[in-house]
């Protein structure tokens, strides 16, 4: 079920919801506290946005990815940039304090 928030329509309530799990097609509840309509409303702050953009602000300039600086302004951009020249990320393994062992690379094949 989608995520819903809800707002009352009676202006000298103002009641809000945030978060509900409902039906797309559900009638919606009266206001728990005046009893009026509620409508469906996006709610800014209500909840966490886990959402990462996909802009690089300001741009980054890559220098060694041709005879000229290459500068691109998203991170689809840059992944274009690097398939049009046959390249791939690379990770580099970085060992824990001590230790030539990572968590994070410990299983790679």
């Given amino acids: 079920m989608p995520l819903y928030d809800r707002r009352c329509d009676n202006e000298s309530c103002g009641y809000t919801r945030g978060d509900c799990y409902e039906p797309i097609?559900?009638?919606p509840p009266p206001c728990p506290t005046?009893?009026?309509p509620m409508s469906r409303v996006w709610l800014m702050g209500v909840r966490t946005v886990a959402v990462i953009g996909d802009e690089i602000p300001g741009g980054l300039?890559?220098?060694n990815l041709d005879h000229k600086p290459v500068t691109v302004y998203?991170?689809?951009e840059l992944k274009r940039e690097m398939a049009a020249r046959g390249l791939?990320?690379?990770v580099r393994h970085q060992p824990a304090q001590g230790s030539d062992k990572s968590k994070i690379?410990?299983?790679w094949v």
């Fill in 25 to 27: 097609t559900c009638d």
């Fill in 34 to 36: 005046c009893g009026g």
């Fill in 61 to 63: 300039t890559l220098e």
């Fill in 74 to 76: 998203s991170r689809s």
């Fill in 88 to 90: 791939v990320p690379f």
């Fill in 105 to 107: 690379t410990t299983r």
